[in-house]
């Protein structure tokens, strides 16, 4: 049975990441895809951990060779996730998450229609604000650009399937946690994990 692909996008700064972590946690079932990134690793980052960091120039390389899945400019530095990474996962049943911007999320969707896609949205602007602040990684300039960024970020959730406000952190949590759960109980899920249990409850 071939894995399910999950997409999890948002603005910078709703707590993606911290969403997505404590979910992974909670799931064995799921791995999450780590993208290559041109940008510079932030304060306790690591390297093959958070992101793949490599040069402009090599990112530009693996484009030309068409080792992406899907990639994207965000923010001024490429962003993408290399098919190497995925594509064997799922073809072995295993659940894979990209953890990606709504750029790359429109790309994956065109290539896998029945990936499950999931949109968080903080719960004001200026809870969203505070959040980039707070984390004390970013300029004043790049948070200002962030948050110009943001809104037209934002306006892209209707393109998903899911959407969860990060208001209260163990709530997302346990609603991301929900929509996994609820994939895999659709019916072609169940249908080709539990094929021969059905076909033995409805032999005559």
Known sequence: M????YIVA?????????IVNATLARDPRISLSISFTSRAARPGERHAQHYHFVSADEFQSMIDAGDF??????HGDWKGSARQSVEPQL??????????????????????PDAVSVFILPPSRDALEQRMRKR????????????????EEMSHYDEFDY???????DQAVDEMCAIFTAS??????????H???IDALLAD
């Open 195 to 197: 094929g021969g249990l």
């Open 136 to 151: 004390g990684q970013d300029s004043e300039a790049v948070i200002a650009q962030r948050l110009s960024a943001a809104r």
């Open 91 to 112: 073809a072995a049943g295993q659940d894979v998450l990209l953890e990606i911007d709504w750029q790359g999320a429109r790309q994956v969707r065109e290539k896998v």
């Open 10 to 18: 948002a603005p910078s700064g709703a707590g993606k990441s911290s």
């Open 184 to 193: 895999r109980l659709r019916r072609e899920q169940q249908k080709a994990e």
């Open 2 to 5: 071939r894995g399910t692909l």
């Open 163 to 169: 959407v969860i406000v990060n208001e209260v952190f």
């Open 69 to 74: 899945f899907e990639y994207a400019r965000v």
